[in-house]
């Protein structure tokens, strides 16, 4: 078997791998359960390489990711469920509904009103689908809430961020960011509170609740939490590799060297990218 750059070709790999006769050990003994960390993980790499503006990783890692769709498309195949094909079909489907200004009579004039048109139109499919599991005779489930919209199996950051953007809908919202950041000081008013009794579970209830108030001002602001603090994150990163490096040229590591010598380098290490 050789390397192709069609589809067709990444799909007989993935049919090889789990042949159950001649196929790869590992990739049989696979299933939705065990290969979804490595989803969520490729996913993730995926954004590290945008961030990192790497375009020859973001090859690769893209095409991690789509080794992960063919994996579980492959495996629901086998299970009599479906096939990569219906994953396109499903995907090229829903864009072609979802952009009606493109593909149909539909107007759409800003990336605002592309946003509403789309939102209306997954409302619509909701609503298609519990019409659906009504005539399959499916309907004793319970109605669901407002915000079970929102999954629940993502980053909590993110989930915190649809939430919000789902309440403002209804009109569940602050007008404007500054209300917002008298919460985020009464929230941080109450973790000093729960810090000063002693109480843990207070602690991390308080703390949730000041994260929370964190992601509303920057759904207020359009800056993303979840991209926010990758950023924070990255930033760390340079500026504890600085202390390290600068540790090193003095014959030392992080590991002997002093809170106060360490906060030293670090303040140099703000200020280089500062002026620089």
Not at 3 to 23: K, N, Y
Not at 87 to 101: F, S, Y
Request: glycine share 6%; aromatic share 6%; charged share 35%.
């Amino acid at each position: 078997m050789k390397p192709s750059r069609e589809i067709g070709g990444l799909l007989a790999v993935m049919a090889a791998l789990r042949h159950p006769a001649t196929g790869c050990p590992w990739d049989i003994a696979q299933s939705f359960a065990t290969i979804l960390p490595y989803t969520i993980e490729e996913a993730y790499e995926v954004a590290d390489a945008i961030e990192r503006d790497d375009m020859e990783d973001l090859r690769d890692e893209l095409g991690d990711l789509l080794l992960q769709v063919v994996f579980h498309a492959r495996m629901a195949e086998e299970a009599g469920a479906f096939a990569f094909g219906d994953v396109v079909e499903a995907i090229t489907t829903k864009m072609i509904r979802r952009h009606p200004h493109v593909f149909g009579t539909g107007e759409a004039t800003s990336p605002e009103a592309v946003k509403r048109t789309w939102a209306e139109i997954k409302d619509q499919e909701k609503a298609e689908r519990r019409a659906r599991r009504v005539r399959q005779g499916l309907s004793a489930e319970e109605e669901p809430g407002f915000l079970d919209a929102v999954t629940r199996n993502g980053p909590a950051l993110t989930e915190a961020l649809k939430i919000q953007e789902r309440a403002a809908k209804v009109g569940f919202d602050w007008s404007e960011p500054a209300p917002i950041l008298d919460k985020i000081e009464e929230e941080i008013a109450e973790l000093r509170q729960a810090l000063a009794e002693d109480r843990p579970e207070r602690v991390s209830d308080e703390l949730g609740d000041l994260i929370f108030a964190l992601v509303n001002i920057g759904r207020h602001t359009a800056r993303d939490p979840e991209l926010a603090l990758r950023g924070t994150n990255a930033k760390f990163r340079r500026r504890f590799a600085y202390i390290e490096a600068a540790l090193a040229l003095r014959g030392t590591t992080p590991e002997a060297a002093t809170l106060e010598e360490m906060e030293t380098l670090w303040q140099d290490a703000k200020r280089l990218e500062r002026d620089g």
